[in-house]
């Protein structure tokens, strides 16, 4: 059975930071390309950031310079850091693994901005 688990959110201040992980279990995790996307409340679901199994690396231009994505193919997890956090970052972010045809995602961790 697969099963992503995220864990790190939580309430932090404007300008603050939080690191999110992603621990999988039940894949290969190393050939799979793992994301992060998010869901602010009468919003889509959007991407933010991902990580391919070769580590290449992509990021929505909203968060370009102050998140970063990392993965430890050792502990089959991926992380999140999120630095200067901006109140429209607030959402709920969710872990994503591809590969081919085959597509998981975690039940998603609250990330609150606010003063």
């Known amino acids: 059975q697969v099963q992503l688990v995220e864990s790190g959110g939580g309430l932090v201040q404007p300008g603050g930071s939080l690191r999110l992980s992603c621990s999988a279990l039940?894949?290969?995790?190393?050939?799979?390309?793992m994301g992060w996307y998010r869901q602010a409340p009468g919003k889509q679901r959007e991407l933010v950031a991902v990580i391919t199994s070769g580590r290449s690396t992509n990021y929505a231009e909203s968060v370009e310079g102050r998140f970063s994505i990392s993965r430890d193919n050792a502990k089959n997890t991926v992380y999140l850091q999120m630095n200067s956090l901006r109140p429209e970052d607030t959402a709920v972010y969710y872990c994503?693994?591809?590969?081919?045809?085959?597509?998981?995602w975690g039940q998603g961790t609250q990330v609150t901005v606010s003063s």
């Open positions: 994503n693994g591809k590969l081919n045809h085959f597509n998981y």
């Open positions: 039940g894949i290969t995790f190393r050939i799979y390309d």
